[in-house]
Structures are given as C-alpha cells and as structure tokens.
C-alpha cells in the first residue's frame, strides 16, 4: 500500500488533538543551524493564526519536529502541509537557495480522551535529552509546551 493510499483514508475532527510528526529530506540535519531552527520557529505563530489551531507542545529537532496540536476547525493535511511549505520557503529565503526541506508526508496519531497529554508533552519535550544534544531540556531552545 502507497502513500497516497494511506492519505486517501485521512481524516482529521475539529476540537481534536493530534501528536504530529514529519521529517526533513533525507534526514538532513538542517536545523542544526541556530538561525535556521528559529525561522521554522517563526513560522508556528503564523500557522496557528491562519488554521484557528494551537500548537500544545512541540520540539523541533536537527533533522524533525514533533508536535501535538489542537485542531478548532482547520483540517489536519492543510494545515500541516502549510507549516511545512511556509518554512521550507523561509528556510531558502534565508540560505538563498532552492532546495526540499522536508521530506512528502507526516505522521499522525489522534489522541483519545484516556490518553495522558503531560506524559506526551514530556516525551515531545525530552527528544533532545534522549538524543544527548544537551543534559536538560532548559539549554535546549526550540522548544514549548502549555504543559510545562
């Protein structure tokens, strides 16, 4: 079964929540760049603003982000979709180049009412301590939660 064929069966609900995650090409380690992580960073305001959507907890790491968001009423393909070809262009604007950033897709787990959000924005939030980049979150700074 393709891709497409998974998206194809994709449904999102308003007033839902979704643990999201999606990869950049090839895995590349493009927001290892201090300046290019803060212009993906920038980029959540404006997509919260233009999906009516809240951003509960994110990290965005060297080479992925992971993220659970609050849909009020946007759908979850667009919106994601938004968030990352809105980056993608900052990130060439910056660098002056044209170049893919993320890689096709993302994925996407709804969370049931039963499931704990704080225990899921901890393990969001805890990436980079599992990924030795630094040995408390607090020194990590492309992060946020309204969990924490």
């Not at 968001?69 to 070809?85: C, F, I, S």
């Not at 180049?97 to 924005?121: C, G, M, T």
Request: aromatic residues 14%; charged residues 20%.
């Amino acid at each position: 079964m393709s891709w497409n064929d998974l998206r194809k069966g994709r449904f999102s609900q308003a007033n839902r929540e979704y643990f999201v995650t999606f990869v950049t090409k090839k895995r590349a380690p493009l927001f290892s760049d201090f300046c290019t992580a803060q212009t993906f960073c920038q980029q959540i305001s404006v997509n919260e603003s233009k999906f009516n959507c809240k951003w509960l907890t994110w990290v965005l790491m060297p080479d992925h982000f992971h993220g659970l968001v609050q849909l009020n009423t946007a759908n979850l393909p667009p919106m994601v979709g938004h968030l990352k070809g809105l980056s993608a262009y900052r990130v060439n604007l910056l660098h002056r180049q044209s170049r893919h950033v993320w890689q096709p897709s993302f994925y996407e787990h709804a969370l049931r009412k039963d499931e704990d959000r704080k225990n899921i924005a901890r393990y969001i939030v805890a990436n980079p301590l599992r990924r030795n980049l630094v040995t408390s979150v607090r020194c990590y700074p492309f992060w946020d939660s309204v969990y924490l």
